[in-house]
């Protein structure tokens, strides 16, 4: 028998089905709730409201479970690749040999971006910040492809449309460092995978040779891969409202990097890295900072901790602390951030305070020194969350087409003037 929960509100009850997930997971679902009772429900961040059922990824905070499509995020991250993972988020299925080399193939073809796009890019500032030169890049698609504007085209058309944003993207990426530090910028080589493609297109100078390095291209896949989606997140959700509109595929993604940028979700990776260096200019004192992390007169947070959903660990954030020590020990780096990195760590982990609050590290706290470590500058840090989460944001944009739903539209309590009467600008 379907399950039902009771609403009781002025003397009348109110009942309403109770939808139970694959993972056993239940939400009640309120859609009749303000016809028939007048009441709506409010939920400022949306901290316990579900908007959509999704088949894409499942997510335990409170035993740090984190699988795509059913695969443990352990197991894609030790023995796939980024191009498989996003197939698998994309078409839901595990690619064939064949179809991940076709799938890998199609998306060399497109790695090119128009000549004209070299024009918008040189208009920016040479010290833009690259994650609004990315979105603004994102969105010029939309000009030099108009039939992705319908997103109601043949599923071949929506098809070319996600190749082509996954195969441009490591391009605007990479030209959107180039015009950063006003270096000009590298075309994409086909005869590399995608990694080692995009760290060419980002490091090789001119006259001189650049050789991929391969440990700094696989811990790049790594990192890629435990970004590729985590369901409704603030750039998701951003996603999944904008295309809800029936806007295209690309003014979606543009605007899932802008909602990323801040740093409570994607900026937090470089703001760690900044926390990390004022402390330790500051003489290395873990104590005084977490004193002010837990001062509520001081706005400073503890970058890197705590997460909306993670409640007693990130499953990514154990992946890359133990990838942060295997990088920096293969490419021989000596960090001293990640000395402060692991005493904050300690420090907050016994910590009443951050106990109480269930803080714990999150994927940004040693995906920075990874980054670092590779070579990426701290501007970039966010640009590379985006990478990484790309074939999520489309796999959630496609799975919201396909499923006709809504326009998602919220409602809210009003709680402003009642009416008044117009007051003569003389008389105010
Ligand atoms: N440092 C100090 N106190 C904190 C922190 C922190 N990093 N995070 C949360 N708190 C406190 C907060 O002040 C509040 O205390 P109280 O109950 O006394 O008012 C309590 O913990 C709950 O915080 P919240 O803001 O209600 O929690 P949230 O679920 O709305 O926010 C968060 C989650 C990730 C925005 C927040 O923990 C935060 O700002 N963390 C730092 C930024 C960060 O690392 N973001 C990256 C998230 S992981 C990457 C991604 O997926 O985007």
Known sequence: MSKTAEVKFEGKSYELPVIEGTEKEIGINIGSLRSESGLITLDPGFKNTGSTKSAITYLDGEKGILRYRGYSIEELADKSTFLEVSYLLIFGHLPSESELSDFQNQIKVHTLVHEDIKKILEGFPSNSHPMGVLSSLVTSLTAFYPESLDPNRSSERVNLSIIRILAKMPTFAAWAYKNEVGHPVNYPDNNLDYCSNFLKMMFALPAEKYDVDPVISSALNKLLILHA????????????????????????????????????????????????????????????????????????????????????????????????????????????????????????LNDEYFVERKLYPNVDFYSGIIYRALGIPVDMFTVMFALGRLPGWIAQWKEMRENNEPIGRPRQIYVGENLRPYVDLKKR
């Open 229 to 348: 989606d985590h369901e409704q997140n603030c750039s998701t959700s951003t996603v999944r409202v904008v295309g809800s509109s029936q806007a295209s595929l690309y003014a979606s993604i543009s605007a899932g990097i802008n909602a990323l940028w801040g740093p409570l979700h994607g900026g937090a990776n470089s703001a760690v890295i900044e926390m990390l260096e004022n402390i330790k200019k500051d003489g290395g004192d873990t104590k005084k900072w977490m004193a002010k992390a837990k001062d509520k007169n001081d706005p400073f947070r503890l970058m890197g901790f705590g997460h909306r959903v993670y409640k007693n660990f990130d499953p990514r954030a154990r992946i890359i602390k133990k990838a942060a020590d295997d990088v920096l020990d293969k490419l021989g780096v000596d960090d001293p951030v990640l000395d402060i990195a692991k005493g904050l760590e300690q420090v907050a």
